[in-house]
């Protein structure tokens, strides 16, 4: 539990990213990233996933589309923009950057 | 046994126990109170039934046609808070420094592009010192002067040295205004979403009026033009052959007051006085400068205008070829007439050897300090 704690400001912003990732790997609408997340200790919620898909489009990250579905009322299924896409391939570079750094400074000198 | 509410959820009607209602309720009011402010606040809650929506219909079959208290529970449960800006970072959050008053924002020195003449020095000093920006303007030119161009070095310093005010938390501190950061950026978002809704709007509206503008403007410049061409060609031979032998004269005599004053300022700069003319005791040497600058501007302006008039009546309406072929003339003139004070006037030459050794000096200490 206390491990968990550690980490929890580093989760919650690395949601933004994973959420980029997800919708950038694959077409999918809300109940598709929270079931792909729940697995994870990234797990969230729609509470916290609708105002951040919203923010990204305002950001022009993201937009949505309406699609039908063959159970129950149209749905918005999410996509990259192009400023997405590139923004998610600097998020990338940098988050190896990271991973790099945080192996080095693991290893002695 | 238990009243029921029927509720519209974003479209779809749902049996609710009355517990569950209020809870609902509750659910929905504290969201949408954390989502004031957010632009996106209507389209956010309505994903928020729908999703509450679909959850329902789990809960329901074809024998169970109410949603219970218990139900509502854990549906509001798997949704989670409802968090005013996720992953916003830390700056807007507003759990920070809650409780305590917010301490007015520090003071700081930026460059402030709003409504700048250049790159927003003397704006942003004119915030940071809470003085009008005129005031500003005006020492830092007059600075310009008294320092023989010293002054420009550092703007130009300045310019790049002095961090922009690119954000509206910079723009507050620029003048230290108490800022709180969710207000503004609470304004910045409903602004945005302003803009977005009537933005394109807009744009094809102001497309159209900018083609309808300049096909009035073109129309209007080309009904002066011809008004004027035919004063022009009213203009009788003689009063041309005159005008364009005037041009080259009022761009002497232009180029003249003008060496006039850069070499009367220069010699108040070095010795304190006008060549031989020392100044009376009472005027300061910045003073004398700025008279300096008004005489200039006195004698200038009248020269400039009838060197304009002369344009128009020697080359007719479209004389900007003529102008620019003058201003290249006014800087040869201005050369030359330098190069010949500096040859026939001994004080002249003395002030510029004067001037070499100052401009040594101040280098000097420059690269020492």
């Known amino acids: 539990m206390a491990i968990d704690e550690k980490f929890t400001s580093i989760r919650k912003g690395l949601l933004e990213f994973l959420i980029l990732r997800i919708i950038a790997a694959d077409k999918v609408y809300v109940a598709d990233m929270l079931e792909r997340l729940s697995k994870t200790p990234f797990a969230t919620q729609e509470g916290t996933l609708y105002p951040l898909l919203s923010k990204l489009r305002r950001e022009e990250l993201l937009d949505y589309e309406w699609q039908e579905s063959e159970a129950g009322p149209p749905r918005k299924y999410y996509k990259l923009t192009a400023k997405g896409r590139s923004q998610l391939a600097e998020l990338n570079r940098y988050w190896k950057q990271i991973n790099v750094t945080v192996e080095e400074l693991g290893q002695s000198a | ?369």
């Open chain 2, 1 to 369: 046994m238990n009243k029921v509410v029927t509720v519209n959820l974003n479209g779809n009607a749902y049996s609710l126990e009355e517990p569950a209602y209020d809870a609902l309720r509750a659910y929905l009011d504290g969201a949408e109170a954390r989502l004031q402010g957010n632009p996106d606040r209507a389209e956010i809650m309505s994903d928020l039934e729908q999703a509450i929506a679909d959850k329902c219909r789990r809960y329901l079959g074809p024998a169970k046609g109410v949603v219970g208290s218990a139900d509502m529970e854990r549906i509001l449960a798997e949704m989670g808070p409802v968090e005013a800006d996720a992953g916003e970072g830390e700056a807007a959050s507003p759990q920070q420094g809650a409780g305590a008053p917010r301490p007015e924002a520090p003071r700081r020195l930026y460059q402030v592009q709003q409504g700048a003449m250049i790159s927003g020095v003397c704006n942003g000093l004119a915030a940071y010192l809470n003085v009008d920006v005129t005031i500003v303007r005006v020492i830092f030119v007059a600075l310009a002067f008294l320092t023989g161009g010293i002054w420009a070095l550092v703007y130009l310093v300045m310019m790049f040295v002095v961090p922009d005010a690119n954000t509206p938390e910079k723009r507050a501190a620029a003048s230290g205004q108490p800022f709180n950061a969710q207000e503004l950026v609470d304004r910045a978002k409903q602004h945005y979403a302003e803009l977005r809704e009537q933005g394109s709007r807009w744009h094809d509206d102001w497309r159209r009026r900018r083609r309808t503008r300049r096909a009035q403007r073109a129309a209007a410049a080309e009904r002066e033009f011809w008004r004027n061409a035919g004063a022009y060609e009213d203009a009788g031979y003689a009063t041309r052959l005159l005008a364009g032998f005037m041009v080259p004269v009022f761009t002497l005599l232009s180029a003249a007051i003008f060496v006039a004053l850069v070499l009367a300022a220069l010699s108040l700069l070095v010795t304190g006085g006008i060549f031989d003319w020392t100044l009376p005791v009472d005027i300061p040497e910045w003073a004398a400068i700025i008279i300096l600058v008004i005489a200039y501007q006195a004698l200038h302006q009248p020269l400039r205008a009838a060197s304009r008039a002369s344009y128009e009546t020697t080359a007719g309406p479209r004389h900007g070829w003529l102008a620019a072929a003058d201003g290249v003339l006014w800087l040869g003139f201005t050369a030359l007439l330098f190069w010949l004070a500096y040859l026939l006037i001994p004080e002249v030459r003395s002030l510029f050897d004067d001037l070499r050794f100052e401009w040594r000096h101040l280098t000097l200490a420059w690269t020492g300090w």
